[in-house]
């Protein structure tokens, strides 16, 4: 009950005008935002002109750091400098201890033993580890890998650099909903199968793997199981027993902790082997070597402590906002298509195609809200989402998402906010749209048969 009251406390800071900040310039929320003199106020970034800090909802991308984070943080880089390595003085065992005790918060989040953690600079070195770690240990007697066709590029191109030593990989296709279809899995895991990796939630469209079901075929066929947990811990319980995992990656900063650090679980019982991407001093049960960012680390754990002890509390609050910006949405807008499973599916993240409007246009527009259209590692690109062309999508459909991250500090004012200011932009395009406008007048404008010039 009392981290219910200091989330909720928390909550009502980060969203309050207070002091000499009253203006509240550096807060992104809809509360704050009414505070604010726009004329004044106003922002120039890569010309673009907005009118104040926009409302943050890209909670996939990264989260805000928690403040209670934050002061463990600061606690440890004024009082445990020292080296975590360094075994012959009072300040390396400062040190060492902060790292353990970090290390035995984040095993406890996912079930495991502390001798199973290994702290990386994040899921993405910790997916590189994997894939390519696992394969290059047991070359000799397995060629072969099976992923999905929606994993995070880091583990698809992890995957196309071990095709690029010779080693084959099975792409497996998802269902409509974004799932993976259990049967062509198992058809798929032959003899030479060295690794399986799958995603347990999708960054982009929040939809939450079948984890069990997929570690019990593994398990049937003696095939070591990863999965990139980067957006599934601390946000659904997770059990690498239960799950029957060898190797799992996290990041810190998904679940309101620091950049810069993450963690492979990596299965010691029965033992999974893995070659090391780089060499040295052996830290880290000779795996990473390297040596540890403490207060990272020190972040790390304190936020899978918090998250322990708020997943239920954060989930019904988030929960209860999703309904509210999904709603809010379509009581005003027609030709809206959540992407995904909605059954099976990570509350934080609502995935969402506008049709009958330009893609880039209605991002552009929406300016004043932090969103994206999918992936921060693939945002560049003017490609529509893989992910989504995976599931089926059409290519005009895909081009319209926005991805909605929904977090632990988000207000209600926020979302009305956002729905708001979503409705208005989707509407002026519409206006401009004369598809809409053939819709509207009941023509099926999939039937029409388009001449060239």
């Known amino acids: 009950m009392a981290s219910k009251v200091i989330s909720a406390t928390i909550r009502r800071t980060l969203t309050k005008p207070h002091g000499t900040f009253s203006r509240c310039r550096y807060l992104s929320t809809a509360a704050a935002a009414t505070e604010v003199n726009y004329e004044d106020e106003s922002i120039m970034m890569k010309g673009v002109r907005i009118s104040g800090r926009p409302l943050y909802l890209d909670m996939q991308a990264t989260t805000p750091i928690d403040p209670r984070v934050f002061d463990a943080m600061n606690a440890s880089q004024i009082h445990e400098y020292g080296n975590p390595h360094s075994r012959t003085h009072l300040y390396g065992w400062e040190a060492e201890n902060a790292v353990e005790n970090a290390r035995n918060q984040v095993a406890k989040l996912i079930e495991a033993s502390p001798k199973e953690i290994v702290f990386v600079s994040g899921a993405t070195e910790a997916n590189n580890m994997a894939v390519k770690g696992v394969m290059h240990f047991y070359k000799d007697t397995k060629k072969h890998v099976i992923t999905t066709q929606t994993e995070h590029k880091c583990v698809l191109d992890s995957c196309r650099h071990l095709q690029q030593e010779g080693f084959e990989v099975t792409y497996l296709p998802v269902k409509t909903d974004g799932l993976v279809d259990l049967e062509m899995l198992r058809e798929a895991i032959r003899p030479d199968t060295g690794l399986?990796?799958?995603?347990?939630?999708?960054?982009?469209?929040?939809?939450?793997?079948?984890?069990?079901?997929?570690?019990?075929?593994?398990?049937?066929?003696?095939?070591?199981?990863?999965?990139?947990?980067?957006?599934?811990?601390g946000k659904i319980p997770v059990d690498v027993k239960k799950w029957n995992v060898a190797l799992m990656s996290m990041s810190a900063h998904k679940i309101y902790g620091p950049k810069g650090v993450g963690a492979l679980y990596v299965r010691r019982r029965p033992r999974i082997r893995l070659e090391p991407l780089m060499n040295g001093g052996g830290q880290e049960r000779g795996l990473r070597s390297g040596t540890g960012a403490t207060q990272q680390i020190v972040g790390f754990g304190a936020a899978c402590e918090l998250a322990m002890k708020e997943m239920k509390y954060d989930?019904?609050?988030?929960?209860?906002?999703q309904e509210r910006l999904l709603n809010g949405v379509r009581e005003k807008l027609d030709g809206v298509v959540v992407n995904g499973s909605m059954d099976s599916r990570y509350v934080g993240n609502l995935n969402l195609s506008f049709?009958?409007?330009?893609?880039?246009?209605?991002?552009?527009?929406?300016?004043?809200?932090?969103?994206?259209?999918?992936?921060a590692c693939t945002s560049a690109s003017l490609e529509p989402s893989y992910v989504l062309r995976a599931l089926g999508v059409d290519e005009d459909m895909a081009h319209t998402s926005i991805r909605f991250g929904i977090g632990r500090f988000t207000t209600k004012e926020e979302i009305d906010k956002a729905v708001e200011l979503t409705v208005k932009q989707v509407e002026k395009l519409r206006e401009m749209s004369p598809l809409y406008e053939m819709v509207k007048e009941g023509i099926d404008i999939k039937n029409i048969q388009w001449s060239q010039h």
């Open 196 to 233: 399986v990796s799958i995603m347990a939630v999708n960054n982009e469209i929040g939809v939450v793997q079948p984890m069990e079901e997929i570690g019990m075929i593994c398990k049937e066929h003696n095939v070591p199981f990863h999965t990139d947990a980067a957006q599934a811990i």
């Open 315 to 321: 989930e019904k609050w988030i929960k209860g906002l």
């Open 355 to 375: 049709a009958y409007v330009e893609g880039e246009s209605l991002l552009m527009g929406l300016k004043e809200v932090a969103v994206s259209s999918g992936s």
